[in-house]
């Protein structure tokens, strides 16, 4: 390990001693208009091979080599586009202001332009979309979960499903650069903030499955971030009942930029209104900076780094349960003594040099450290009464309880760490010959893994220690299906135990794991624009391979996507999309239920087929945008794995096979006249088939049948400072059964999710404008919102927590709910 990071310091070193060659940079920049001079965002720029998009302020600056005869183009969807010829010298800037006219028939002139970017296979998403965006996880992730395709079901993470998928399964770039989620996390509360701060964000590009093979080897998706270079002075500073959030950025000279956020969080809002009562006490804290140096007009250095520090501390006293039916209602009270300790600490930093010897060729060389320090430590002792409510309306003892149909207790205790590093050293290129383009590239990571495992529990009922049986017979006459309030319509859920003559714990692991291991990962890309006859081809051709000196096995994937846009009135694109996905293990899928480690475990195989229709439009006079997807996704071997809240227990062999297939919907458009909003629908099914259980094809625990988002935006038409926006979640539950039960055994399902989120926007100074009162204009805008979170007070089930009765044989399923109503205020201001 010394050598490694002495390597990667020295080259990080002489990298900025190169700094006493600096020259000025080549480039053009300028602002984006309409007509009526109001700054156009998503611009798209381009100047040979280069290319950059405007700002929410309509401003871009775009880095450029030194040459003649060049023509700068300017593209936005629903505009006129417009160019300008010109030269230029070597470390000299070019402006170019441009005015752009709307047009009533416009998609036949933007294709002129820009072809390339009509076949773009990932779906992109507006910074100033992402701003509007409500609810207790606001960043990128929350707005990707309103997606086609995308599914989640607890507003307490940021992690999301994909067609089916785990979170395991999702690949995450930030400036090109694969980053991490924690390996220990086993609720949404825990999890603190992810890597991506959406105040920094430039560009945000989503692809749910059939993505090139230029991204990684995971099964699902690849979200694709990029921060932005900043061009002047600015500051962000935003505020909530959540937590804050300040970002610094400037340019120095014409040589160096700089952008720094720092964010704090704290959810004692969100869990307050859980039905545990207990002293929360967390803090989530990180710090991220990417600076970009530019050593001449053809050398580019760029560092990107990150310390975040996660802390979540909980004492609880006394939980309060209420569930059932009206003719069947219970309350679970559990008395709690002890205490948990979760602390996850992330350090990453990645150095980056790009060169471009000429407008066709860049060639980017990087070098990155990633390690997390992840504890788990505590110590719980809890008694529990369960009993039955009065329900009689004329009672004096309405809503008491009458009846206690049984008293247990547990302990769970764990002391669990575990510290991991991941360094890599990759090289990228991209050589753009007008229609052809080529990419490629390499890259060589090195993984250390420690981990100690220690954890159990105990559980008492009724003077009773129960011991670990894995076996479970479940009454399926008496159970049909468990409603909204978390009970079986038709009777109480339970489980049959069987009794032992020995005194047990109900579950034991210890274990420690030591895990070193290389990777050696390439890719070559080839994409190509045909015309035949009056038609449009677009083709990608990849290939990637990987090898993992843990298995020394190395997977080879191609790729490959069709698109077709014919000569219609009607701006169609048809799509087609195939490939070899392969997920090589990582550390979370290689350790099983006990701890141990399989050291003959192999990469999971997914093969996509994605067949789209992708058809922009015009209604009301407005653009619109309508994207169908239907998909099938056949998989072998699957490594099946337990889901509890956000925490995946894999079994760590490879003995299923499966496919997942599905439709995704998404109609997305200016519902109200310049503001995005869209709906999206997702049908999907996943199912495997584990070897020798003999059960054949069950639903997988990310089995998500039907999902319906809505993200809206509105204002005041005599007023549009007033804003709101919207956001509308309903999907259908996930399987699940008892605990340690057997795949076979998940035949239930939890209650629908269904939540909304509303925001009410009040903008107190617009960017760009000049006020009477002046302390206004001091700020470059400021805007405050009322955010209501769970509006319709929806009582959404995460998991279940199993109550046992061994007087009884019997198990009672109580409803681990998420959060309920809540009032949050948010301010934003940006100078």
């Known amino acids: 390990m010394s050598l490694l990071y002495r390597s990667f310091f020295l080259f990080a070193f002489s990298l900025f001693c190169l700094g006493g060659l600096a020259q000025k940079a080549t480039a053009i920049k300028g602002k984006v208009t309409d007509d009526e001079g109001v700054p156009l965002e998503g611009v798209k720029v381009t100047v040979s091979s280069f290319f950059t998009l405007t700002d929410e302020n309509g401003e871009y600056y775009l880095k450029i080599t030194k040459g003649k005869g060049y023509t700068v183009f300017f593209t936005s969807y629903g505009y006129e586009p417009d160019t ?232 609880p006293s006394v939980r309060t349960t209420d569930f059932g039916t009206f003719s069947e209602a219970l309350r679970l009270t559990v008395f709690f003594d002890g205490r948990e300790d979760y602390d996850f600490t992330t350090r990453f930093g990645a150095l980056s040099t790009t060169y471009t010897p000429s407008k066709n060729l860049q060639l980017k060389f990087s070098a990155s450290a990633f390690q997390t320090t992840e504890q788990e430590y505590f110590d719980v002792i809890g008694a529990y009464r369960l009993g039955e409510l009065n329900t009689n309306l004329g009672s004096d003892d309405f809503g008491e309880i009458s009846f206690v149909r049984g008293v247990g207790g547990f302990q769970n205790f764990a002391r669990n760490e575990l510290d991991a590093i991941v360094t890599n050293f990759s090289h990228s290129g991209i050589y753009d010959d007008d229609d052809l383009t080529w990419r490629w590239g390499v890259t060589l990571q090195y993984e250390d893994i420690v981990d100690r495992y220690k954890e159990w529990e105990r559980i008492d009922s009724a003077g009773y220690s129960i011991p670990h049986d894995p076996s479970f017979n479940i009454d399926s006459a008496v159970i049909t299906s468990i409603d909204t309030n978390g009970i079986p319509r038709g009777g109480v859920l339970y489980t049959s135990l069987s009794t032992a003559d020995e005194l047990e714990l109900f579950e034991s692991f210890d274990s420690e794991a030591f895990v070193s291991s290389a990777r050696v990962m390439a890719y070559l890309e080839r994409s190509q624009l045909f015309e035949v006859g009056e038609d449009d081809l677009f083709l990608n051709l990849g290939i990637r391979t990987h090898y993992w000196t843990f298995n020394n096995q190395n997977v080879i994937s191609p790729r490959a996507t069709l698109s077709w846009k014919p000569n219609w009135k009607e701006d169609m694109v048809f799509r087609f999309s195939s490939g070899f996905y392969y997920q090589p293990p990582f550390y979370r899928e290689m350790r099983d239920l006990e701890g141990g480690i399989n050291e003959d475990i192999v990469a999971q195989q997914s093969i996509h087929f994605v067949l789209g229709h992708d058809y922009q439009l015009k209604i009301w006079d407005r653009p619109f945008k309508m994207v169908t997807e239907l998909y099938y996704k056949h998989m072998d071997n699957l490594i099946p794995y337990d889901l509890d809240n956000v925490r995946l227990r894999y079994r760590a062999v490879n003995n299923a096979r499966g496919f997942a297939t599905g439709l995704d919907y998404r109609i997305n458009g200016e519902f109200v006249k310049g503001v995005d909003s869209w709906a999206s629908l997702s049908l999907l099914t996943i199912q495997e088939d584990i070897e020798g259980d003999g059960a054949g094809y069950l639903p997988r625990p990310t089995d998500q049948l039907f999902n319906f988002k809505i993200f809206f935006q509105d204002y005041l038409p005599r007023d549009p400072t007033f804003r709101v926006s919207l956001t509308l979640v309903v999907g259908t539950g996930l399987p699940f059964g008892p605990p340690q039960a057997e795949p076979e055994d998940r035949v239930f399902r939890l209650p629908p999710y269904r939540r909304v989120d509303i925001g009410f926007i009040k903008v107190l100074k617009q960017e760009g404008k000049t006020y009477d009162y002046k302390l206004l204009n001091s700020f470059k805008s400021l805007w405050v919102s009322l955010e209501v979170f769970n509006l319709l007070q929806t009582n959404n089930t995460v998991s279940y927590l199993w109550v046992k009765d061994i007087s009884t044989a019997r198990q009672y399923a109580v409803p681990n709910f998420l959060t309920g109503r809540l009032l949050n205020v948010k301010l934003v201001a940006k100078f």
């Open 84 to 315: 300008s010829q010109f030269s230029i010298k070597e470390g000299k800037t070019k402006i170019f202001d441009k005015k752009l006219i709307l047009l009533p028939n416009f998609l036949a002139d933007v294709e002129i332009v820009d072809k390339k970017a009509r076949f773009d296979n990932l779906v992109g998403i507006k910074r100033k979309d992402l701003e509007a965006f409500v609810g207790p996880n606001s960043g990128v992730e929350g707005i990707i979960k309103t997606l086609p395709g995308v599914s989640s079901y607890s507003e307490l993470s940021s992690q999301y499903n994909v067609r089916g998928g785990n979170f395991d399964e999702n690949l995450v770039y930030v400036n090109g650069i694969e980053v991490y989620r924690s390996f220990l996390v086993r609720n949404g509360q825990q999890e603190g903030l992810s890597f991506i701060n959406s105040a920094m964000v430039n560009n945000i590009r989503f692809s749910a499955g059939g993505f090139e093979a230029r991204y990684g080897d995971k099964m699902s998706s690849v979200l694709d971030i990029t921060y932005r270079q900043p061009k002047e002075f600015g500051l962000t500073v935003e505020g909530s009942l959540l937590g804050g959030n300040v970002v610094y950025e400037d340019k120095y000279g014409k040589k160096l930029s700089a952008i720094v956020g720092a964010r704090y969080r704290v959810n004692q809002l969100l869990l307050g209104s859980l039905d545990t009562e207990a002293d929360f006490r967390p803090q989530f804290t990180d710090v991220q900076a990417y600076l970009t140096y530019y050593l001449n007009d053809e050398w580019e250095i760029s560092f990107l780094g990150n310390y975040a520090r996660n802390i979540y501390e909980v004492i």
